[in-house]
């Protein structure tokens, strides 16, 4: 099946640095998404992108859809320590069939800050 | 808060059991979506009911069901639980047609089976 490779696994900033961490896939996708998982709740949605080339930001979040669009990228500007938590990609595969909504999720990237 | 409520938060039960969980969408949101969680892992897709219909399948395990009834929430079937079961089930909704693939998350059931 489809699969997304999320890197890095892991990242350990200080406050106020800058991160960087994407997203790649074999398949091509129509769509990407991002989301922040903090522990026990569920993925909350950041940014959605639709367009090959498309770059949304979202106060100090930034996401671009690759232009191969096999590829995504998320930036988060003078992290914060509320920023910790993990960041999924989630992509929906091009050829799914009408009404069948699958998006693949990528592994996750844990961001850890210290103050 | 998405909009998307899970009942129960927790559930503990023992191997062999048989748990429901619940889930009501988004208001307006037909499609609904069950994931699965285990500890430290990524979020697998499990089904996609659309409008009371089963719309896409992932790994879901034959001892699971779900359903999506008319007022349009949901209830994912877990059987014969076994210790692997364990972990985080997510009900996500979306408005399930047309070009938005955004899915909203609920809060999570946390299953436990010992």
């Known amino acids: 099946g489809q699969q997304l490779n999320q890197s890095p696994q892991s990242m350990f900033i200080q406050e106020g640095e800058d991160v960087s961490m994407n997203c790649t896939s074999s398949?091509?996708?129509?769509?990407w998404l991002w989301y922040k998982q903090e522990p026990g709740e569920g993925p909350v949605l950041l940014i959605a992108l639709y367009k090959a080339g498309e770059l949304t930001s979202n106060g100090r979040l930034t996401a671009q859809f690759g232009i191969t669009r096999k590829d995504s990228f998320l930036n988060i500007s003078a992290s914060i320590p509320s920023d910790v938590g993990i960041y999924f990609c989630a992509g929906q595969p091009i050829l799914a069939f009408q009404g069948a909504q699958k998006l693949v999720f990528g592994q996750g990237t844990r961001l850890t800050i210290n103050p | 808060d998405s909009g998307v409520t899970q009942t129960p938060k927790h559930l503990i039960t023992a191997t062999g059991q048989r748990v429901t969980l619940r889930c009501s969408p988004r208001?307006?949101?037909?499609?609904v979506y069950w994931y699965q969680q285990s500890l430290d892992q990524g979020l697998q897709f499990l089904i996609q009911y659309y409008n009371g219909e089963e719309r896409a399948k992932g790994n879901i395990l034959e001892r699971f069901s779900a359903q999506q009834f008319p007022d349009l929430h949901s209830e994912l079937n877990l059987s014969s639980l076994e210790l692997g079961d364990s972990a985080l089930y997510f009900c996500?909704?979306?408005?399930?047609?047309?070009?938005?693939?955004?899915?909203?998350f609920g809060p999570g059931t946390r299953l436990t089976v010992t």
């Open positions: 996500a909704s979306s408005v399930g047609q047309g070009v938005s693939y955004e899915q909203y």
């Open positions: 208001s307006g949101d037909l499609s």
């Open positions: 398949s091509i996708f129509n769509t």
